[in-house]
């Protein structure tokens, strides 16, 4: 079993950068790859960005490209998202997932773990 844990999220004005990360407790050594999804009111949950655990290779939705930013410290089982220029579509709750197979993925039934979710608020 992997535990993960979010961290991050709050408040902050349009056009600022926020930092989240997750931290992974457990069976850390069965992850083959970390992501990040969203979720706003009244809509579904939607890929942000993955991150292989061992590679570090990078894949990102479209919507986010250029201002996301997925990194991994192995060392400390943690997985961050940079997120600059945020937008008032931003808002929304961010989770972590961990899944134990290889390979970037974008869909949340191919991740395994999921954690609790931060909530991430831009105001205009």
């Known amino acids: 079993?992997?535990?993960l844990e979010e961290s991050g999220g709050g408040?902050?004005?349009?056009?600022?950068?926020?930092r989240l990360s997750c931290?992974?407790?457990?069976?850390?050594?069965?992850?083959?790859?970390?992501?990040?999804f969203r979720q706003a009111p009244g809509k579904e949950r939607?890929?942000?960005?993955?991150?292989?655990?061992?590679?570090?290779?990078?894949?990102y939705a479209d919507s986010v490209?250029?201002?996301?930013?997925?990194?991994r410290d192995n060392a400390k089982n943690t997985v961050?998202?940079?997120i600059d220029s945020l937008k008032p579509e931003d808002?929304?709750?961010?989770?972590?997932?961990?899944?134990q197979g290889y390979g970037l993925r974008a869909r949340t039934s191919e991740y395994d773990y999921w954690g609790q979710g931060t909530q991430v608020t831009v105001s205009s």
Do not use: D
Request: glycine share 14%; charged share 10%; aromatic share 14%.
């Open 11 to 18: 408040l902050v004005q349009a056009g600022g950068s926020m």
């Open 80 to 82: 961050n998202l940079q």
């Open 1 to 3: 079993q992997v535990q």
């Open 65 to 71: 490209k250029g201002r996301f930013t997925i990194s």
């Open 91 to 99: 808002t929304a709750v961010y989770y972590c997932a961990a899944r």
């Open 23 to 36: 931290a992974a407790f457990g069976r850390t050594v069965s992850i083959g790859g970390m992501g990040w």
């Open 46 to 59: 939607e890929f942000v960005a993955a991150i292989r655990w061992s590679a570090g290779t990078t894949y």
